[in-house]
């Protein structure tokens, strides 16, 4: 049983705002809402984490509304190098239920 | 390096032999996560140390799947009598704490992984 569910794939093109937007219906009080990125031939990397309402770091924004249902990953001005799978992870409340999901695979063209 | 470490980075067998794959966690990790991905697929869940201990082994795809960590540091995932379908990208991971934890402590930091090919 899938946590979470985010489109397969998006398009977008260079100097464009993304949203990538994840769901997770069975989101727990204590789980917290985690996105990474991989490049091919990469391991996945942290981007951005969030709790409830929004988050902003130097590279993205989380949008999370207040049920937690889900959650949107914003990527401003996307570029080339942002071609990559974002994945969506929330944690159960055992570890042993860390389920990353298919992920969306995000194609930046020029 | 500070980072998660994996060796080998390509490993190449022969079916119905076992493998040994390896992972250096960050400094400081308690927390330590072994995924699979196969080719275009998303991440499965293997298994996951907290200190030395497994809590739950339920992940691994067979028996003849094995991972142990000690001195809560290395960790070695085995697979004996290798199949064709075993072949993928074994990732590791760890984090400060365990991903119950306050989260930032629970961001898990992955490896390059270890390609296995298996003919």
């Known amino acids: 049983l899938a946590k979470t569910t985010q489109p397969i794939s998006m398009d977008s093109y260079e100097g464009q705002e993304v949203n990538i937007t994840c769901s997770h219906n069975?989101?727990?009080?204590?789980?917290?809402i985690t996105w990474y990125q991989q490049f091919p031939s990469q391991g996945p990397r942290f981007i951005i984490q969030g709790y409830k309402t929004k988050v902003t770091n130097e590279v993205a924004s989380l949008f999370i509304p207040a049920d937690r249902k889900s959650s949107t990953l914003s990527l401003p001005r996307v570029s080339l190098s942002d071609t990559a799978v974002y994945y969506c992870?929330?944690?159960?409340?055992?570890?042993?239920?860390?389920?990353f999901g298919a992920g969306t695979r995000l194609t930046v063209k020029p | 390096g500070a980072g998660v470490s994996q060796s080998p980075s390509n490993k190449v067998t022969e079916k119905g032999k076992d493998v040994e794959l390896r992972c250096d966690p960050i400094s400081g990790h308690t927390a330590l996560y072994w995924y699979r991905q196969s080719l275009g697929q998303g991440l499965e869940f293997l298994i996951y140390f907290q200190g030395n201990s497994a809590p739950d082994k339920s992940g691994l795809p067979s028996d003849r799947f094995s991972a142990e960590r000690t001195g809560g540091s290395v960790s070695t995932l085995t697979i004996q009598r290798t199949q064709q379908e075993d072949s993928a990208v074994y990732l590791c991971a760890s984090s400060r704490r365990a991903l119950t934890a306050s989260g930032r402590e629970g961001i898990q930091y992955f490896g390059a992984g270890t390609r296995l090919s298996v003919l």
């Open positions: 992870l929330v944690a159960r409340g055992n570890n042993n239920d860390m389920r």
């Open positions: 069975n989101i727990a009080t204590n789980d917290y």
